[in-house]
């Protein structure tokens, strides 16, 4: 048999304090899709971002067609035949679909000038080729669907006559004729002896889809099956593997009266009737993939993006949630998903991070007691142990397990009923992590009721007295804490696996 | 904002995308409003009239020419006006003082592109806001140029230096030189990989940069072009007048910014023509002079160019959003 | 500036290295300079008048370091001193409305002109940049619709206090302005309104995400700075006893020179009230003493634009190299 058009063999990769990647190795051969599968943090893209020339790798090789290659810039993998589909797709919304195609290396007639007729032929052989009839080469890709911009960018790369595509998420934005549409194209590109390197979190999906898999797990290799032998169970056990010991369990405490009751919430586009509730006292996991519409849930709870349809009551009481100020007088503190966007103003101190979102409680008439918001910092501080050389030094300047101590601190400075947590121990390391943990713990003893969103799945079950999953902007299963094993969670958040245990 | 409901199949707004085009639409504004004011006022249809209204505000198509590049690239120029008023003195003083023709019709143009390349050199490697270099620059010319000629009016013009008002088989030489100019843009706009830079850099540099344009070198190229633009502008405007005024015309950058933004360039970037531009910048003049012919004072005319520009850009970003969230919906 | 003075600004105290501190040193040495050239310089008579003669930008310069401090700006300011100065004129002459009651309209005229452009910046989200060049041109072609070039004169002498009197022996409006000041300086540095100003600026959406109201702060600071620049209007009328439609011309300029001279970030989220007292005092010694030493004024704004360019250049490569 030929050498693979691609062999990735014992990889490393390291950031400063992280190994991103240890001993990696997996290989595409043509006509085949090779998938990559791994909870968030896995490493999965880093790989890829290494196999396009984004980064360096620090050790192994990438071999392509069988000879060793070095990419230093993704130009360099592009003309190696290597070609990138990013989820967040790289278009120019103001040109047309043939034009986004070509841009950069468009067919030219006399005098420099680019030759229209054959951009266009071209796109159109191009869309032809993989039998896309609805898209015109003219239409201006701003007013496309988010389906259709992707088989741009797959024109795109084909342009660039790739043999090796690596698409990234493919399917986290798309409806569900959008994904059978795109399955067709990716068949049609391995008949053609394209190889592919795809990556899901949907275990339905890769079954449908590839030939062979590989699981990461914290930047290293796990294994690579055929899917023709594998089965979800197996590959959910190996991509979460066996770490909840690790973890501070919650402390049992009384779970009290509800302290929030959505019912029906919808918030275009990707909230569609949630209805959940959480009480005092008790923690709710909120389980889910990236793109199942967990945050956006979480910012209608809080008004950033306010509920369309639905009611929210708060401690039994009908409230309208409108603006994040609407929500924070009502007790809900929201700790964001991305902290450096959403949750600290960087060149901001210390001092002014942590009373931010507490300025009201902390001022009279509109002047702020600037004593009292000294003393707060300093005793967020010390109760977060929060590694700083003072309060005044900028926050963006912290390690960021303590940046997420502030963020979560602020919030607590307003004593909230309801905490609503995204991801609260995202790249924070392991010593913060626990702290976080055993803080939300002690909360939850205090009769707080929070709503946890998490990608990590041991930090969901060993921290929730109950789990919800959420898939596709819905709530489809619900556990409680006796009956929240990884399988079944994952299992419900995969989509298909849940129904293939049912159904086994 | 209410979201109003989009009726009509995809079919019919393909129609109104062939046909709607914002320089079709602008085309039919043109000749609609020279119908409506005709009626009014028959007067206004005399060939003297339209040929006034083109030749008087020819310069400003042109200059919107080179102002629609650097808003397409992302970026704004409010020191246009005060660079024409600069180089047309130049372009003066150097007819008056006796240098040959050709020298006192290229200096402008080389000058021109001088200043305005070094102002998109400060905005793409230095990182610094366009609108804080050209305000400032639009004072440094403003005031540099009084202080130094203390706003004395050049007379005597040599007979040659009148470029304006030679002609081509009859068509005006303002009128060849914006036609010739919009075209060769908006071809080189339209058909060439250093054209499309343009608009890539402008609509997302980042994309823009994997694939294979350079944003910084795109915005200095797109200044140094505005610069020659400014020039040509300089040498019809500058060579219609008998005595050319040593000061900066006032306003002049907000009726260039009009014409371009009017023409359908988009203010965020990434998008317009020059051909739009160009027939903006006569629809504006047209109605500042079909105000007069329907006895609007004319004092009127800035702020219904003002309520112009307002109004275009209000309705680009909404119709932006829109299309996004439609992108979203579907 | 050369590598070793940059590595020894760098190295030097955070008092030092603020940037009030450095102006304030260069201002001084400015005063000294000027003083040695020129005798008339140093005299009580002239600083005083040089208060008088700068107090409109510096009305504007308040609010507009808070517009640059949320990451906005505002270019509109002149155009809405000419719009209020000509429905000053307007409202008293054509209306025959009682005088205080045409500075209420003439005040109103400048708040509502800022609200619209913060009320379209909020809500239509058009960046400031291109609302505020579209609403200079409008309110510019409004102030000319309105006034049809007329110029009003005639108001009654007492009108004339405001800009041309004084009080405690200091030019009225000079203390206006400094009331003025300490205002904005404590609500800037001490109100939780100021603080979210720095927030929004430094990370819009953290502030958001924090419950900070941001619209309704965004829009009130673009209103008061149309209602600084009715205000500016006024003043200015008083002083010069005359309403023209091309009043405030070119103000946005010494406006937005003085802010980002002062130390405000063009990028927002950095800057004080003092700095820019700092900057609009600088700005004005700066014509004053070109003028005394028979600099004509026209070229005072060559320097003020340079200052403007040099002064951003500065700050950016000060603040790359620190991080």
Request: aromatic letters at 6%; a positive charge; one cysteine or more.
């Amino acid at each position: 048999m030929n050498a693979p058009l691609l062999d990735v063999r014992n990889l490393e990769k390291t950031f400063p304090g992280v190994r991103a990647l240890t001993g990696v190795s997996f290989d595409v051969r043509a006509g085949e899709v090779h998938a990559l599968l791994g909870e968030n943090g896995a490493g999965k893209s880093t790989l890829i971002k290494v196999v396009s020339g984004v980064y360096q790798p620090d050790g192994g090789e990438i071999l392509i067609d069988g000879r060793a290659s070095r990419f230093t810039s993704p130009e360099d993998a592009k003309r190696a035949g290597v070609a990138t589909i990013y989820q967040e797709l790289l278009l120019f919304p103001e040109l047309t679909v043939a034009e986004n195609i070509f841009l950069g290396h468009a067919p030219r007639a006399g005098f420099g000038r680019i030759d229209w007729r054959a951009v266009r032929t071209k796109a159109e052989a191009l869309l032809a080729s993989l039998e896309i009839d609805d898209l015109a080469a003219g239409q201006i890709v701003g007013s496309l669907s988010v389906g259709h911009r992707q088989r741009v960018e797959i024109l795109r790369a084909l342009s660039h006559d790739a043999r090796i595509l690596i698409m990234d998420e493919p399917t986290a934005a798309l409806t569900e004729a959008d994904v059978t549409r795109l399955f067709g194209i990716v068949r049609r590109l391995k008949g053609r002896g394209v190889g592919i390197v795809y990556i899901s979190h949907r275990l339905d999906e890769l079954f449908e889809i590839a030939d062979r898999v590989t699981v990461l797990r914290d930047g290293a290799y796990v294994g690579s099956r055929r899917m023709a032998d594998t089965n979800s169970a197996e590959l959910v056990q190996m991509m979460v593997g066996r770490r909840i010991e690790n973890l501070f369990p919650k402390t049992l405490v009384p779970i009290g009266a509800p302290v929030l009751e959505a019912q029906n919430l919808v918030c275009h586009p990707m909230t569609r009737g949630v209805s959940l509730t959480v009480r005092s006292g008790e923690i709710v996991g909120l389980a889910g993939l990236v793109g199942s519409g967990r945050s956006e849930l979480a910012q209608v709870l809080f008004g950033i993006t306010p509920a369309e349809r639905g009611e929210i009551r708060l401690q039994g009481e009908a409230v309208r949630i409108d603006s994040p100020e609407a929500a924070r007088s009502r007790g809900i503190a929201y700790v964001p998903e991305d902290r450096a966007v959403q949750g600290l103003v960087r060149p901001m101190s210390v001092l002014n991070n942590f009373s931010l979102a507490a300025l009201g409680a902390l001022s009279r008439f509109g002047f702020i007691d600037r004593a009292a918001e000294r003393r707060m910092a300093e005793a967020g501080v010390k109760r977060f142990s929060v590694k700083t050389s003072s309060v005044d030094e900028a926050a963006g300047r912290l390690s960021g397990g303590n940046q997420q101590k502030i963020v979560l601190g602020k919030w607590l400075a307003n004593s909230p009923k309801l905490l609503v947590l995204d991801e609260p121990t995202r790249g924070v390391d392991v010593g913060a992590k626990a702290e976080i943990h055993r803080l939300m713990g002690d909360l939850a003893a205090d009769g707080v009721a929070i709503l946890m969103i998490s990608s990590e799945l041991p930090e969901v079950l060993g921290m929730s007295d109950r789990v919800l999953v959420m898939r596709e902007g819905r709530l489809v299963a619900e556990f409680d804490r006796a009956h929240a094993t990884s399988e079944a969670v994952g299992g419900a958040m995969m989509g298909g696996g849940a129904n293939r245990e049912r159904a086994a | 904002m209410t979201a109003i409901p989009v009726t009509g199949a995809a079919a019919s707004r393909g129609f109104l995308r062939r046909f709607a085009s914002q320089e079709a639409l602008l085309a039919l504004a043109v000749i609609g409003l020279a119908v409506a004011v005709g009626f009014v006022n028959p007067r206004f249809l005399a060939y003297r009239n339209l040929a006034d209204i083109l030749l008087g505000n020819a310069y400003i198509a042109i200059a919107a020419i080179g102002m629609s590049m650097v808003i397409i690239s992302g970026n704004i120029d409010i020191s246009v006006g005060a660079l024409i008023g600069v180089l047309a003195t130049v372009s003066g003083s150097l007819a008056v003082a006796g240098a040959p023709t050709a020298v006192a019709w290229l200096v402008p143009l080389a000058l021109g592109i001088l200043v305005m390349a070094a102002q998109g050199a400060v905005v793409a490697y230095l990182r610094i806001p366009a609108i804080v270099v050209t305000l400032g620059m639009l004072s440094i010319l403003k005031g540099g140029l009084i202080s130094v000629t203390g706003g004395k009016w050049i007379t005597d013009l040599p007979q040659g230096f009148h470029l304006a008002d030679l002609d081509v088989l009859g068509v005006p030489m303002p009128v060849v030189i914006m036609v010739a100019a919009t075209a060769l843009a908006a071809i080189w706009m339209r058909d060439t990989a250093s054209g499309r830079a343009i608009y890539a850099t402008g609509g997302n540099a980042e994309a823009a940069r994997l694939c294979g344009v350079n944003p910084q070198r795109t915005v200095v190229m797109v200044f140094a072009l505005h610069g020659l633009f400014a020039g040509l502008a300089t040498l019809v405007y500058a060579t219609q007048l008998r005595v050319i005024q040593s000061t900066t015309p006032s306003g002049l950058e907000l009726t260039i910014i009009t014409a371009s933004v009017v023409g359908g360039v988009s203010i965020l970037g990434g998008a317009g023509t020059v051909v739009g531009s160009t027939l903006a910048a006569i629809l504006i003049a047209e109605i500042t002079s079909a105000l007069v012919f329907v006895n609007v004072s004319p004092y009127w005319t800035d702020a219904l160019r003002g309520g112009l520009i307002l109004a275009t850009v209000i309705a680009d970003i909404i119709r932006r959003r829109r299309r996004a969230a439609r992108g979203w919906r579907t | 500036m050369s590598a070793a003075a940059e590595t020894a600004l760098l190295r030097a105290p955070w008092w030092l290295k603020r940037h009030e501190t450095l102006l304030a040193i260069i201002l001084a040495v400015a005063l000294v300079g000027l003083g040695a050239f020129n005798d008339r310089f140093l005299t009580l008579d002239n600083l005083l008048n040089q208060g008088r003669l700068m107090t409109e930008i510096g009305l504007i310069a308040l609010p507009m370091t808070f517009v640059i401090i949320t990451g906005g700006i505002d270019l509109s300011v002149g155009a809405i001193v000419g719009l209020s100065a000509v429905m000053l004129g307007y409202a008293w002459k054509t209306f025959a409305f009682p005088l205080p009651l045409a500075i209420v309209f003439a005040l109103f005229v400048g708040g509502l002109a800022g609200f619209v452009n913060g009320f379209v910046i909020t809500r239509v989200k058009v960046p400031p940049l291109i609302m505020t060049i579209a609403t200079l041109a409008l309110y510019r072609g409004l102030a000319e619709g309105v006034s049809q070039a007329h110029s009003v004169r005639g108001y009654p002498e007492a009108f004339y206090v405001l800009g041309q009197g004084d009080v405690l022996g200091a030019p009225t409006q000079l203390l206006i302005l400094i009331v003025l000041i300490v205002v904005a300086g404590v609500a800037l540095d001490r109100t939780t309104f100021g603080r979210a100003l720095y927030a929004i600026g430094s990370n819009e959406t953290a502030a958001r995400f924090s419950a900070l109201a941001v619209d309704r702060a965004k829009l009130v600071v673009y209103t008061l700075s149309g209602l600084a620049s009715g205000l500016a209007a006024v003043v200015l009328v008083s002083r010069v006893t005359t309403t023209r439609m091309d009043m405030g011309m070119g103000y946005e300029l010494d406006v937005i020179a003085a802010v980002v001279l002062g130390g405000t970030s063009i990028f927002g989220g950095a800057g004080t009230i003092w700095g820019t007292v700092i900057g609009l005092v600088m700005i004005q010694l700066l014509k004053n003493g070109l003028a005394l030493t028979g600099v004509k004024g026209d070229a005072t704004i060559v320097v003020i634009g340079a200052a403007l360019i040099v002064s951003v250049l500065i700050a950016s490569s000060l603040q790359r190299r620190r991080e």
